[in-house]
Every structure is written in C-alpha cells, then in structure tokens.
C-alpha cells in the first residue's frame, strides 16, 4: 500500500484490490509529536476508508472544509481494527492500516456502504487534535433558583435539582468561564454534555461515559453525531 499528500488534505491512496487481512496491521505515514490518544479519550480526526477487496472508496470525511470527525477511544464506540488504528498514536500522526472483517463488520458486512460479509477494510486517518474531557475555566458564582453542577474529579457533573419550580423561560448561566474564542453563530462544536429531567431528578441523555456529541450553534438540541465506521469494541495500543 501506498499513501501520499499532505497531513490535513485527503491522501491518494493506492493498493492491490482483493486485500483479505488476517489481523489489523497499521503504519505510521506520518509521525505526529502531539498528546497520545489513550483509552478512553477522543480525537478529532480526517479519515478516509476504502473497501480492501475492491478498493473502493467507501467514504472520505474531515478534509479541507469539512467538519473533523470525532472517533471516541472507549470500549463501546470503535470498531476493533479502527481502534488498534489510532490507538497510541500521536496528534499530527497520519496512521494507514489493513483492517481484517472480524475487527470490522464481520459476517455481516455493511451492505450500505458496500461491504459484503468477510470484506477486509483499508483506514487512513489524520488525527488533528484530542478532544478536551472537561472545562478548564474560571469557576462562576452561582445562580439563585437554578440547579446545582458539582463536579468529580475527572470532571464528570452530577445536578442538584432546587425545590422550586422549573423557570417559565431559557435560563442560561455560565459555571466556568473560558478563555477560548466565542463560538460564532453558524459553529459546530464538539462538546461533553448532561441533562437531567426538572420534575425527576433523573438523567435523560448525557455523553460522559460515551463519546463528546457535535451540536450546531443554530439549533438546541444536538446535531446528528457524525456518521461514521466507528461503532463496537475496545481500543488497544497496537505498536
């Protein structure tokens, strides 16, 4: 196989159609000096996948003027060879790799994108940046009449809801204060979010202990997470 461009442009990419992999085999096109993606944290990356057995492209996404894509490194989120793929890696990394059905989608296959059962799969990934895991900024005072956010120490929140009734209109308070650049009004960010239900206390959605989500500025409720070949199993190192 043979991969060539720059990091952050989509890369040509040229191997021999008919690639039936025994087990996930990577190389480092491009050795990054970053942060190590580890387990349990989440890239932001570009990737292009291909169909080892027919070579064709099954999808590209991250490049140019594309949104990255976020592949979280936990357990629940990877398919098996795609986690072997990037984990360890370095941020600035570009990883290519050879990725057997059984770290993929198996005897399944995934008829839409075109991979029958026992097809072998083809990754290149750029690996951007490591997603943050929790706010940094400066802590807030507290708002009367609104719940309470305490956080443990990897970050994670739990919220006390108060005994009064929830607010008729949008509230908004800010916890911990930034020091990043505002988010523009047409923005996709990746962010770490909980939410609880007002009248029970309980949580409905939350991403901690899943993956960050990608919300739109322009809309309240969460974008569609990207789709993308990431969906089972564990990430390990693989050297």
């Not at 942060?35 to 027919?54: K, M, P, R």
């Not at 799969?121 to 956010?149: C, F, K, N, Y």
């Not at 322009?218 to 789709?227: I, K, L, Q, V």
Request: negative net charge; charged residues 20%.
């Amino acid at each position: 196989m043979e991969v060539t461009g720059d990091l952050g442009a989509a890369p040509t990419v040229t191997f021999k159609n008919g690639i039936d992999a025994k087990s996930t085999q990577r190389t480092m096109v491009i050795e990054g000096t970053g942060d190590e993606v580890t387990e349990g944290s989440s890239a932001e990356v570009a990737y292009s996948i291909y169909n080892g057995a027919t070579g064709k492209l099954i999808e590209s996404y991250g490049y140019a003027d594309d949104q990255p894509v976020t592949f979280a490194a936990s357990a629940t989120q990877l398919l098996p060879g795609l986690a072997k793929t990037i984990g360890c890696a370095k941020v600035g990394s570009r990883v290519a790799s050879v990725i057997p059905a059984a770290e993929a989608w198996g005897a399944d296959g995934y008829a839409d994108v075109g991979v029958k059962a026992g097809q072998s799969l083809v990754a290149v990934i750029d690996i951007e940046s490591l997603v943050p895991t929790r706010a940094w900024g400066a802590d807030q005072p507290a708002e009367e009449g609104l719940p309470a956010v305490t956080l443990a120490g990897d970050g994670t929140p739990s919220i006390a809801i108060p005994s009064t009734a929830a607010p008729a209109d949008l509230k908004i308070a800010v916890l911990k204060k930034g020091d990043g650049d505002a988010v523009p009004d047409t923005a996709t960010v990746t962010v770490q979010y909980l939410g609880v239900d007002w009248e029970t206390g309980e949580t409905f959605d939350q991403s901690w202990g899943k993956a960050p989500a990608t919300f739109s500025s322009t809309a309240w409720f969460p974008a569609s997470r990207r789709r993308s070949p990431a969906r089972r199993s564990a990430p390990r190192c693989s050297r």
